[in-house]
C-alpha cells in the first residue's frame, strides 16, 4: 500500500520503463528525540506530478526536504534517480543537487532581494559567472515556461506581484532541467485568484517538462487539479497513495476519507 504502483496503471503509464525520479523505501528522520517519519516508503514516477497531502504536522516538508539533502535520514534509503544519496560525494552530490530542486511557500525566501530575475536565473545555472547574457536563450525559454513577460529580466523581486514571484520561483527550479521539482506549499499563501493563475500554469505546465514534482499541498481540491498522483501522509506514515482519479472517487483509508470529506 505505501509504495506507489503507478507506473503499472494505464493510462497513467508515462515514463513507465524508466528509473523513478526519486525515491524511498523505509525512510525514518529523527529530530531530538522525536521520530517525525516512520519508515515511509515511496516512489515519485520520473514525470509525473505528485500530490502529498496530510494535515499540518504531519511530516510533508520534512519529506521534501530529505528529498533534497535538508534533512538527513536517520534510517532507510533515498534514492535521486538510481543513486543512494547516502554514498554520493564530492563532484557528484553537487552535480546530484541541480537534480531536484525546492521551491518553498514564500518566495521571498527564495529569492535575493538585490538581484534582478535574470540575474537570479543566470546564477542558478552558473554560480560563478552570472551573467544573463551568457544564458539569454535559456532565460528567455525559462520566462517563456512560466508565462512572464521577457522584459521582466530586468526587475527586482519587489516589483513583481506575489504569483509573478512565484512563477519566477517556479523558473529558477525549472531552468535547471531537474528531474524533481519539490514545491511546498507554494500556492498557500496567495489569494485565491492568484492562486487559480499558478494552477492554470501547473496544468499548462503538465506533460510539457520531463521534470517530475512533489506537489506539497494541504489543499486537496488544488491537488487535485494539479496532480496525477497522490499521497495521504498522516503523522509520519504514508496511509493511501494512488492516482488521483482512484483515490478521490473511492478512498481506502479512514483517514483519506475524513480529508476527502472536507474538499466541497
Ligand atoms: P508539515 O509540513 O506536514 O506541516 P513538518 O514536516 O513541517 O510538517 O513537521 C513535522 C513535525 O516535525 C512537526 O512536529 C515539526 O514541529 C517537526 N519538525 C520539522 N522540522 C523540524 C526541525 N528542523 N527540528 C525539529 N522539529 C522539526
Ligand atoms: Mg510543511
Known sequence: M??????SQAPAARG?????AASVEGLTVTFGHTEVLHG?????????VVGLVGESGSGKSTLGKTLVGINKPSGGTVRIGT???STVQ???????????QYVPQDPYASLSPRRTIGQTLAEALDPHRADPKRHRERIAAALDQVKLDPKSLDKYPHQFSGGQRQRVAIARALI???KLVIADEITSALDVSVQAEIIRLLQSMRGETDSAMLFISHNLAVVQ?????????????IVEAGPVD????????EYTRRLLASVP
Open 2 to 7: 505505501n509504495t506507489m504502483d503507478a507506473t
Open 16 to 20: 513507465a520503463a524508466r528509473a523513478p
Open 40 to 48: 515511509v516508503d515511496l516512489e515519485i514516477p520520473d514525470g509525473r
Open 83 to 85: 543513486r543512494d544519496l
Open 90 to 100: 564530492g563532484a557528484e552530490r553537487t552535480a546530484m543537487r541541480r537534480e531536484v
Open 176 to 178: 535547471l532541467d531537474p
Open 225 to 237: 487539479q494539479v496532480c496525477d498522483d497522490v499521497v495521504v501522509m498522516y503523522r509520519g506514515s
Open 246 to 253: 482512484r483515490v478521490y472517487p473511492n478512498p481506502q483509508h
